[in-house]
Nanobody
Framework: VQLVESGGGLVQAGGSLRLSCVAS????????MGWYRQAPGKQRELVAA????????NYADSVKGRFTISRDNVKNTLYLQMNSLKPEDTAVYYC?????????????WGQGTQVTVSS
């Protein structure tokens, strides 16, 4: 599975961005997808995730009500709509896909896209 993100950039606080992630390869094997982010000096954290077999999305508390994750199964594309952005949202955002294998989930990662929110 290959993941390619796009849509990052520089935006002022209060602005919006939409990230996209196109999946290719053995996408039939994917059980779920999500977005993670990593700010300088911090650990990578889950932002939002969505199961592909049905079920609701889940979000980090810090982004609830501001970010929305969605997917287009026909286009094999995952989106993250980010509204009311804050400077603390500044990070490299990574697209993630996983499949369930014996012993736990196997993760795939995109190359990351930079999101910078200026105050």
């Amino acid at each position: 599975v290959q993941l390619v993100e796009s849509g990052g950039g520089l935006v002022q606080a209060g602005g919006s961005l939409r990230l996209s992630c196109v999946a290719s390869g053995s996408t039939f094997s994917i059980n779920g997808m999500g977005w993670y982010r990593q700010a300088p000096g911090k650990q990578r954290e889950l932002v939002a995730a969505i199961p592909l077999g049905g079920g609701s999305a889940n979000y980090a508390d810090s982004v609830k009500g501001r970010f929305t994750i969605s997917r287009d199964n026909v286009k094999n594309t995952l989106y993250l709509q980010m509204n009311s952005l804050k400077p603390e949202d500044t990070a490299v955002y990574y697209c993630n896909a996983f499949r369930i294998v014996a012993g736990g989930p196997y993760h795939y990662w995109g190359q990351g896209t930079q999101v910078t929110v200026s105050s």
